[in-house]
């Protein structure tokens, strides 16, 4: 669960989320162009979600990233009226508009146009346009096909053609492709690119090889010809990537080595981890795209000092490290302090000057507790005892544990006080006999972290792990043991089963309170 965007790790609930639309779109492609028909059943506020954000990001790309997920079967994700909206972007000389693009060269409205035509495509629209717009733009196409003017000889030099940048032509060959237009030669004689240096490359050489043998192959298929590509070389990439190529990267890989005759079993392993990516909604998710945060990161640490693993871990602190450098790095007091307890839990070295004066500021960790704060009270303790920092005992108030909440806000002050070694300090009026119904009846909190605590509070107390409490234990936390790709962690309950760091540490923690009695803490090996 390491953030390839920042190095933290992230929250796991965040696998249970759909992958962005220009992910979602290169996923669905690809199992489209490995023969699969994949479908969707997500919900309407979902795929307006995934429209909205398509469109604030590109009027025509963003359309064209909604193409699989109408064929999907997400039928509000693209309809009639978006068509319309397409054809206002155009210009009179026959190119389309991308505002997005902020640029006005061959380049963008050559990419523009690509996308537009797509999108019309896709919707059966691309008929109607009037002979006279389809004719202005088949001769701005023709006349950027042309071969370029030679430049100047010179003494030391012949003239040359600097032929068009691969990309720019492959979305000329395709624009042309869908109005039914023949491909010139000019495009198709364009070579595959290299192969032979491919080891050699950086790892962002390799991508661009890859978008340029994309493009290539783009480009052959427009003109009703096979690409020339070299399947030695690109079929190990695929095979070692297959499991960790960016969605993108990938489809553009999988269709290279269609077009080029790969056998099925080339394919097995994409088929795999995009099976195993995909939502119950047919939908699938982008682990390249969590944001890990310091937070998860404590839980994470938190979860491995309750295990008795090491918590030495250099890419943390790594992470840790390019965050504080960063210009946008927040300066909110909670924040800093969640920082100050993460470096300190990573690396120790003595507890900070800055974690010592936030966990003396009130504005930080609250001077008094109530029902409504006691949870950012217990958090921001928690964190000053990760720093090494103390805090000062609050004022508490009293409230009636009559509620769930009530019950769940009195819990987390008193398991606030056992985390932070203050056991002593935990309110008279917080007692087993106020606990001990709702300890025994899980039903009537909607998490498994709440019941959890309220458990813990019951046990500090002095209530006692018996029959009754064991079998309400059974059913307040055995079920929610356990999600796809993470069957050690737990369950957030009440209707989410999303799994979640903090709800595993608190049911850890709840047995290590109880010795053991419930078998939920994972067995150490080897020190590991």
Request: overall charge positive; some cysteine; glycine content about 8%.
């Amino acid at each position: 669960m390491v953030s390839k965007q920042n190095g933290y790790y992230y929250h796991p609930f965040l696998r249970d989320q759909p992958a962005g639309p220009q992910a979602q779109s290169f996923a669905l492609r690809t199992l489209s162009e490995l023969g699969r028909d994949p479908k969707t059943s997500a919900a309407s506020a979902q795929v307006e979600s995934l429209r909205r954000e398509a469109l604030e990001t590109s009027p025509l790309w963003g359309r064209d990233w909604l193409v699989p997920l109408r064929r999907a079967g997400a039928g509000t994700a693209l309809g009639a009226g978006d068509a319309a909206a397409v054809n206002k972007l155009r210009d009179k000389g026959g190119w389309y508009v991308d505002s997005a693009l902020g640029d006005d060269s061959d380049a963008a409205r050559l990419g523009a146009t690509w996308a537009a035509l797509e999108v019309l495509d896709a919707l059966g629209r691309l008929d109607d346009l009037p002979v006279a717009d389809r004719s202005a733009t088949v001769s701005w196409l023709r006349s950027l096909a042309k071969p370029a003017k030679p430049t100047k000889p010179t003494k030391t030099a012949k003239p040359t053609t600097k032929p068009r940048p691969l990309d720019e032509s492959s979305a000329l060959a395709r624009s042309l492709y869908l109005l039914k237009q023949p491909v010139p030669a000019t495009l198709t004689r364009i070579a595959a690119p290299r192969t032979d240096d491919f080891a050699d490359l950086t790892p962002d050489a390799r991508a661009t090889r890859l978008d340029d043998t994309y493009s290539y192959t783009l480009i052959q298929q427009a003109a009703g010809k096979r690409p020339a590509v070299n399947r030695r070389v690109w079929e190990p990439v695929l095979r070692d990537g297959a499991t960790t190529l960016p969605y993108e990267q990938l489809y553009e890989l999988v269709h290279v080595l269609k077009a080029a005759g790969s056998p099925r079993t080339v394919f097995t392993p994409v088929l795999k981890r995009l099976d195993g990516e995909r939502l119950d909604d047919g939908t699938v998710r982008d682990p390249d795209a969590y944001i890990g945060n310091p937070d998860a990161s404590l839980f994470v640490q938190r979860l491995r000092a309750l295990a008795g693993w090491s918590r030495k871990d250099p890419g943390l602190l790594a992470a840790l490290e390019r965050e504080e450098k960063s210009d946008d790095v927040s300066q909110e007091g909670a924040e800093r302090l969640s920082r100050a307890a993460l470096r300190e839990v990573t690396a120790g070295g003595g507890t900070s000057g800055q974690a010592r004066q936030l966990c003396a500021d009130p504005r930080v960790v609250p001077a008094t507790v109530t029902e409504q704060n006691a949870t950012q009270w217990q958090r921001t303790t928690l964190n000053c005892t990760d720093a090494g920092a103390s805090t000062a005992v609050p004022k508490i108030g009293t409230w009636s544990t009559d509620t769930p909440e009530r019950v769940v806000a009195a819990a987390t002050v008193a398991v606030g006080f056992a985390d932070s070694g203050r056991r002593d300090s935990i309110p008279s009026w917080i007692t087993a006999d106020a606990l001990e119904h709702w300890a025994q009846n899980p039903g009537r909190f909607t998490s498994v972290y709440g019941y959890a605590l309220v458990v813990r509070a019951y046990s500090l107390v002095g209530g006692a792990l018996d029959a009754p409490l064991r079998e309400a234990l059974g059913r307040g936390i055995t079920p929610y043991k356990g999600c796809p790709g993470l069957p050690g962690l737990y369950q957030v309950g009440g209707g989410d089963s999303a799994c979640d760091l903090k709800t595993t540490w608190g049911v850890w923690t709840l047995d290590r309170q109880l010795h053991g009695a419930l078998g939920r803490l994972p067995a150490t090996r080897n020190g590991k």
